[in-house]
């Protein structure tokens, strides 16, 4: 599996996150939760735990492919023990440096991820201020 994904573009660190499933998973009791599908078909669910505007835990849920478990693994690991702020501020740029690089047939999968982010972000601000 590790030499088809090298061959298709895959770092050896996405490779790395993919295959030991790195944030993988749910979390009990999440601060918010937020499912979404992409225009690829894929879909990702974030769950976020945050104490007084830090993310202190961070894992998803993916129905996709290699780079969506990829992707999912490091913008979780990019996120934990950091701001509110700062996640939202992280570009899909960002997520692809961080990486070591994706193959280019994969970028919808770093926006897929992001977008969810964003959006699990933005419900966890919206119902604070309820």
Known sequence: MDELLKKSGYSDKAIEYY???V???SI???SVSLSYTGHCGDT???????????ITDAKFEAIGCAGA???GSALMEMIKDQKILFAKNITEDDIIEHLGGIP??????VCLVRRTLEKTIQLFLDNKKV
Do not use: H, Q, R, W
């Open 19 to 21: 295959t030991k499933k």
């Open 28 to 30: 009990e009791n999440p």
């Open 104 to 109: 280019s047939a994969k970028t919808d999968c």
């Open 44 to 54: 990702m669910k974030i769950y976020l735990k945050i104490d007084s505007e830090i």
């Open 23 to 25: 944030n993988v998973g």
């Open 69 to 71: 478990f990829s992707v």
